[in-house]
């Protein structure tokens, strides 16, 4: 990354911290397979055992409930194929890795602030009348919005079902505890808080029955075979215990991006912040304004120095019609305007500074 370029797609990725970087280089150093007996192997399952107790303080869970990942789209594939539910309902702004991984899934709609219509989910568990699997995302990647998992898990429950939350927008910005969720399966991703890409984790509740995705040897406690990557799930672990010595991080998220929201209110009262009147994460702002293309306003934006995104950065590249926004009843003509700005560990006020001034000078112009 240009030491120029202002960072504000957090949420698609976070930079690498420093100390994760330095942990992992210096893990690299040495033969790193954590299946071996000799001392070099004990010491990489030293490694994973470590991070495993790092991941599973962050949310509240015991270690052997937590099960490494190549990412987050692994151990929601995971899921989806192994809990030997048949019928699976999924939300209408659930991430693609859930959206177009399951098969033939029943979605349930949310109404336009983009939360979950509980109602509509106990109807759809009832009609169904056997147990089911359901995913809520725990926080939006696009909106940021909050989901109510913890209501809809109770729901879940009364039908005899199962609750799954793809959770890792949401862990390591707001407090996670599974036990509160009482989820039976959350989703982890090591890069959405400062680790390594390649390095997602399962929580599975103590007791539950899940199939492995990948079969083969015993990593894993047989539950994910592949010889683990002690590196980047080394990394992860430390980037986990970081997010649970800063609890005042979203905090000092959603201060910033709060001020960032009123002044382009003033500059453009014309504005539209989706999911700005519910709970959200308080690095995530996605709003458009009337005439100014996304497509337009991030190519504009890229040369002024400042990275930010429009939907999801999991699909083609390229500028798409949100379907989160489409489910929120977001017109598509409002939806072509959108724009994502995410703020992370490495933001400071003088950066918002700019974008708010880049943006206002990029707003006259498409007035003009």
Known sequence: MRHDQIYMDYNATQPVKPAVRDAMIEILAAPTNASSIHRLGQRARGHVEH???????????KPAEILFTSGATEANATVLRGTGLDRVL?????????????DNPLVVPVNRDGVIDLA??????????????VSLMLA???????QPVAEAAAIAHAHRGLLHSDAPQAVGRIPVDVRALNVDLLTLSAHKMGGPQGAGAL?????????????????E???????????AIAGFGVAARLAAEDPGFGARMAELRDRMEARLVAIAPDIAVHGGNVARLGNTSCFGAPGLLAETALIALDLAGIAVSSGSACSSGAVELSPVLLAMGVPETAAREEIRVSLGWMTGQADIDHLVESWATIWSKARR
Request: hydrophobic share 45%; charged share 20%.
């Open 140 to 146: 939006n990647n696009e909106t940021g919005v909050i």
């Open 203 to 219: 929580y599975v509740r103590d007791g539950l029955t899940l199939s492995p995705l990948l079969k083969g040897g015993g990593q």
């Open 120 to 133: 509509a989910l106990d109807r759809m568990l009832a009609e169904i009348g056997e147990p089911a699997l």
């Open 51 to 61: 991070a495993r107790a790092d991941v599973a303080a962050l949310i509240g869970a």
């Open 221 to 231: 406690m047989r539950r994910r075979a592949g010889t683990e990557n002690v590196a």
């Open 90 to 102: 999924v939300s209408a702004i659930e991430h693609p890795s859930i959206r177009n991984a399951a």
